[in-house]
């Protein structure tokens, strides 16, 4: 694993997605891998966490996620602008080579039996709560997640540094069409009140 990747204490791993990021969603099953972005996937709950994520009835990743009960949420950055729409945008279902194709290169961290996808910023490890109506009807699924990590480089001491890190490694964040947007510059509110969680979808702490 790379020096750079530190584990995020689980307490804060809402925070990984907070930002509304366009993920990626890997799983196995029976010795496959597969990769496939996700424009729409959030934090649902604090402790322990849970995730949501939309996955189509087409896609090979949703079959994996059901037939193995688990997945891994990650977060790309703008150096992996071309994979995350080439994995967006291929399916395994008609292309076996799609992962080399699209440049995907994986890595495993001991104990989680997922493969990770390199070079992200951070990475959600998910157990699947099943929920059959929701997956069926609305094609959503809900993770409990049972380990984070993230790249130092961009996310430390609980807290993203994008505005110090190198360009490279900011958030993408799906619009149509193969257009994405950067996440941009903070914007920190002046008043020191900190608003509760009753107050706020979420925590602001």
């Known amino acids: 694993m790379d020096k750079h990747i530190s584990p995020v204490g689980l307490d804060k791993a809402y925070r990984l997605l907070n930002h509304g990021p366009t993920v990626l969603v890997s799983a196995s099953h029976d010795g496959v891998d597969n990769v496939m972005a996700a424009a729409w996937a959030c934090a649902l709950d604090f402790s322990p966490p849970k995730i949501t994520v939309v996955l189509d009835k087409s896609t090979k990743t949703r079959e994996f996620v059901e037939k193995s009960a688990h997945f891994v949420i990650q977060i790309p950055n703008a150096k992996q602008l071309n994979l995350t729409h080439k994995v967006g ?78 360009p490279q490694w900011r958030s993408l964040h799906y619009i149509a069409g193969g257009h994405f947007y950067a996440i941009g510059d903070p914007l920190h509110v002046q008043d020191d009140k900190v608003e509760s969680r009753e107050s706020t979808v979420g925590s602001l702490e």
């Open 89 to 166: 945008s291929r399916s395994l279902s008609n292309e076996p080579g799609k992962l080399m194709q699209s440049g995907v290169e994986l890595f495993h961290i001991d104990g989680y039996d997922m493969p990770f996808v390199a070079g992200c910023s951070a990475w959600l490890a998910c157990k699947l709560l099943p929920e059959p109506h929701n997956q069926d009807t609305y094609d959503l699924f809900i993770g409990e997640v049972i380990g984070a990590w993230a790249d130092t480089r961009v996310f430390e001491s609980g807290h993203w540094h994008f505005e110090k890190a190198d």
